[in-house]
């Protein structure tokens, strides 16, 4: 094990991507349970259908564009919600690759993984 976990950037940016990843998981359970309302035809009229639609409305709004939905006997399709899914995944572990970058890594590290990166 290298010196840089023991480093004082380790604990603030490992608690960060903690975070991050438990914000992307709400986001993503949010969204999926949209797209399976959707799909199924559920009231939106209903309580909880109208929460859920409503909380997640500006997660998809900038890809409502994208794609239409695909409709069938009242059930819906949603692509654009699937889009935002992974919009959204990948924005994430290009924040946390960010991050990443901040952690403190010992010249023996450092050097290991230019070598690693030049084969």
Not at 27 to 49: C, D, H, T
Not at 51 to 64: I, K, Q, R, S, W
């Amino acid at each position: 094990m290298g010196s840089s976990y023991n480093s004082s950037t380790t604990k603030p940016i490992y608690r960060g991507t903690q975070i991050i990843w438990y914000v992307l998981g709400f986001v993503e359970v949010m969204l999926a349970l949209r797209f399976a309302l959707k799909l199924l035809g559920s009231n939106p009229e209903a309580g909880f259908i109208g929460f859920v639609y409503g909380a997640t409305t500006f997660l998809v709004a900038p890809f409502l564009s994208v794609f239409g939905a695909t409709q069938v006997l009242g059930a819906v399709f949603e692509w654009t919600t699937l889009l935002a899914m992974l919009v959204y995944w990948l924005l994430t572990l290009a924040v946390i690759k960010l991050l990443l970058i901040g952690k403190t890594v010992s010249t023996s590290e450092a050097a290991a993984k230019l070598d690693k990166e030049e084969k």
